[in-house]
Structures are given as structure tokens and as C-alpha cells.
């Protein structure tokens, strides 16, 4: 069986059943909605983080700012990965990114990134 994946990169909306203590630290959601429809996430397959500076923001740190930056975060840099198994059998790769739209939103935004599909050969 070969695994393929289909790119989705939308907005969507988190449900936890108990709130993360950090809100720009977040673990794996119990539930997303997308397109209307909501998933709830029986199972977290993986979970990573990915603390690199994107775009001209990579560029305003000096080196050995940016390399303690990178292992741990700084604020408004970074993302939170999960990949997720719902109760559909369905597997997303969804991630929480925690850079602020702008000053009036602050908080950053859940995307759904992938869904992995599977093909029999």
C-alpha cells in the first residue's frame, strides 16, 4: 500500500475538553471543525514542533539569539504539529502556528494542513 497525501492549508476551529494551560503552547485538540463538518480526534498518531523563523522574521536576530530561538521558541514564532486519527478512520496533519495576525489578534490560528490518504497498489 502506498501513502499519499492531499493538501488542504485551511483555517479551522479547536475544541479541548479541558483548555490548555498556555494558550501559545497548545497540546492535540479533542475535536477541529472544517467545512462545516467536525472531527473528533480519537487518536494522536504524532506530535511535533517546528520553532523556525519564517520570512523577513528570520532575518532580525543576531546568530546566537537565533539558535537558542530555534530549540525553544520565541514569542509569535513557531508551530505545533499534530498528526491526528478520527473517529472516521480519516488521519489529518493539523498545526497550531503562533504568530499573531496582527496587534488587535493576538492568539494564532489552527490550520489544517494534510490529510493523509492511503491507496492499495
Not at 12 to 18: G, N
Not at 81 to 105: M, N, W
Amino acid at each position: 500500500m502506498s501513502v499519499t497525501s492531499s493538501f488542504i492549508a485551511e483555517p479551522i476551529t479547536v475544541e479541548f475538553d479541558q483548555p490548555p494551560l498556555l494558550a501559545k503552547k497548545p497540546g492535540c485538540p479533542n475535536r477541529f471543525t472544517w467545512d462545516s463538518h467536525t472531527f473528533i480526534i480519537v487518536e494522536k498518531l504524532a506530535e511535533w514542533r517546528d520553532y523556525g523563523r519564517r520570512g523577513r522574521m528570520s532575518r532580525n536576530m543576531q546568530p546566537q539569539h537565533a539558535a537558542v530561538a530555534a530549540s525553544r521558541g520565541s514569542w509569535g514564532v513557531g508551530r505545533f504539529y499534530f498528526k491526528v486519527r478520527t473517529a472516521e478512520g480519516r488521519v489529518f496533519e493539523l498545526y497550531y502556528d503562533r504568530a499573531p495576525q496582527d496587534a488587535d489578534h493576538r492568539q494564532g490560528n489552527w490550520v489544517l494542513y494534510r490529510e493523509w490518504l492511503a491507496f492499495p497498489q
